[in-house]
């Protein structure tokens, strides 16, 4: 069964505080890992796909990395409008399976 | 920016009605999908679908559940007989070709009384 682990469940950064939020996942062979970003009450917004071990993507003042276990969402010199709730999911390689399998999340909170 | 839309933004109903929610994804994406994330919980797969056929489902889409493509433009997921349970916000997905990045709409948030 594929599984992920996002760690901190919270955060609060003040404004310009980097840090990095961890996504630690099991899989049958991966597809793809995926970050998201969710405002309350809103649909996840796509950020990253990573699709192999050593890849990185950046985005502003995100980056995302990934290793065979884990993934992290890096981000430098924050600010309040960073605020929300990230979320990391893995698709499984396995034939005709798209489902995403999600973590909990990070809630992020960025103070001026 | 091409989206995925989805309507009404929220349902109230009663317990045994049924309910159909709508979405119309992406207009070149070929992999439409529904997801509901129950209130403080995780983000859960419900049902995929592609070439006009159920390519997934999660143990959750039960006999109560069914998706439709009535058009060429229109998703929908009906739930035959709602239990209170099912309050949630249902989230409808698209990708393309390959299937693999999936771009969400705004959610349905579900109330069922």
């Known amino acids: 069964e594929d599984q992920v682990t996002q760690s901190p469940e919270a955060l609060r950064l003040q404004e310009g505080e980097s840090s990095s939020l961890n996504c630690s996942y099991t899989v049958s062979g991966l597809r793809g890992l995926f970050w998201y970003r969710q405002d309350p009450g809103k649909g996840p917004e796509f950020l990253f796909t990573l699709y192999s071990a050593g890849e990185e993507k950046e985005k502003e003042r995100l980056k995302a990395t990934l290793t065979k276990k884990e993934s992290f969402l890096h981000i430098t010199a924050p600010k309040p409008e960073d605020s929300a709730t990230y979320l990391c999911?893995?698709?499984?390689?396995?034939?005709?399976?798209?489902?995403?399998?999600f973590g909990s999340g990070t809630r992020l909170q960025v103070q001026p | 920016e091409p989206e995925v839309t989805q309507t009404p933004s929220h349902q109230v109903t009663q317990m045994g009605q049924e309910v159909i929610l709508r979405c119309v994804p992406i207009?070149?994406?070929?992999?439409f999908y529904w997801y509901r994330q129950i209130l403080g919980q995780k983000v859960e797969f419900l049902v995929s679908f592609y070439n006009n056929e159920i390519s997934e489902k999660s143990e959750i889409f039960d006999d109560q559940f069914s998706v439709e493509r009535p058009d060429g433009s229109n998703f929908t997921l009906k739930i035959r007989s709602t239990k209170l349970e099912d309050s949630a916000m249902y989230f409808c997905?698209?990708?393309?070709?390959?299937?693999?990045?999936?771009?969400f709409g705004p959610g349905t948030r579900l109330l069922v009384l």
């Open positions: 999911a893995v698709q499984a390689r396995d034939t005709g399976r798209r489902a995403l399998t």
């Open positions: 997905a698209s990708s393309g070709a390959s299937g693999e990045t999936q771009y």
């Open positions: 207009s070149n994406h070929l992999y």
